[in-house]
C-alpha cells in the first residue's frame, strides 16, 4: 500500500474515512458489501500513477467510517449526501466516478440526483435497475428468489448479526469474496455457517494478508452498518418516487464477470445486452464481460479493470 494516505474528513455529520493517492482530476471509488476502501487498493495505484487523484472512501458503517445506529440513517439519500459532502470536501465541482456492487447502486442514484457532479461514471457488477412503480423491491426479490435469498435473510434486524456473531470473521470474508456459485446467492436457514465451497486455498488474486485486514476492521465495526443498506430497500423505494422513468444521462462504460451472481441471476443478462439497458442508460458506450470472472472483478481481475477505467476516463 505504498505511498497511499489517510484521513478522516467531516462529511454530512458523520466522520469519514478516506484513502487517496496522487494528484490530478479526481476518480472517486464506492466499494461494496462486505468490503471497505481496501478493495480499490490495486485501482488507487495505478490510476494514481496515471496523473490522477484516487480517492476510496469507506462508506457510512463500514471501515473507520462512522455507523449510526438507526437503521433509517441509511437511506439513499443519506448516503449520497455522504459522498456529494466528501466531493465537496476535496475541493472540486465534478468527478470520475467508479463503483461496485453496493457502491455501484449508490454511482446511480448519484447519477440520477447530482448528475452535475460527476464527468463519467465506471459501473462495476449491478447495471442500473429502473424503479418499478408497481411493485417494492423486496416483494419482487421474494417473489423471484424465495425468503432464502440472501437480502431477504438480511431484513431482520439483529437475526444475520448473531449468526455471523458465532461464525469466524475471515471465512465469512473469504465465503463472500471467492464465491463463484453463478445465480442469486442463497442463504439457508441454518445460517452463515452452513454455506459451503469456503476454499482451502485462497485464490492468487487474494492473500490471507488482505483477509485479515478486512475481518480486523470487521469486527471491529460489526455487520450491522453495512447490513442496513439492505433494509432501507423498500424505504429508498418509497423515498425515489419522483425518479419513477428517470434515464441515467452520462458516459458509462459497464464491467462485470461472466460467473458474477448479479449477471447470472435473473433476467439480468438479457437485460444488460437485450437493449433495455441502453434504452435506461443511452450515453452506455460500452459493456465489458470478462470471462472466468466472478463478483469481486476489481479485486479478481485488477489490471484488466484498471486498463478499462483509464482508458474511458482519459476520453473525457
Known sequence: MEGIEHRTLEVNGIKMHIAEKGEGPLVLFLHGFPELWYSWRHQIQYISSQGYHAVAPDLRGYGDTDAPISITCYTIFHIVGDIIAL????????????????????????????????????????????????????????????????????????????????ADTEQIITTFLTGRKPGPPILPKEGVKSIPNVPNNLPNWLTKEDVTYYASKFNKSGFTGALNYYRNLNL????????????????????????????????????????????????????????????FNNEEAADEVNNHIYEFIKKF
Open 87 to 166: 466531493i465537496d470536501s476535496l475541493g472540486v465541482e465534478k468527478v470520475y466516478l467508479v463503483a461496485h456492487d453496493w457502491g455501484a447502486i449508490i454511482g446511480w442514484y448519484l447519477c440520477l440526483f447530482r448528475p452535475d457532479r460527476i464527468k463519467a461514471y465506471v459501473c462495476l457488477s449491478v447495471p442500473f435497475m429502473p424503479r418499478n412503480p408497481k411493485v417494492k423491491p423486496l416483494d419482487g426479490m421474494r417473489a423471484l428468489y424465495g425468503d432464502d435469498y440472501y437480502i431477504c435473510r438480511f431484513q431482520e434486524p439483529g437475526k444475520i448479526e448473531a449468526q455471523l456473531a458465532k
Open 236 to 295: 429508498n423505494w418509497e423515498l425515489t418516487s419522483a425518479w419513477s422513468g428517470a434515464q441515467i444521462k452520462m458516459p458509462v462504460k459497464f464491467i462485470t464477470g461472466d460467473l458474477d451472481v448479479v449477471y447470472t441471476s435473473l433476467g439480468m443478462k438479457e437485460y444488460i445486452e437485450g437493449g433495455a439497458f441502453k434504452k435506461d442508460v443511452p450515453f452506455l458506450e460500452e459493456v465489458i464481460i470478462q470471462q472466468g470472472v466472478a463478483h
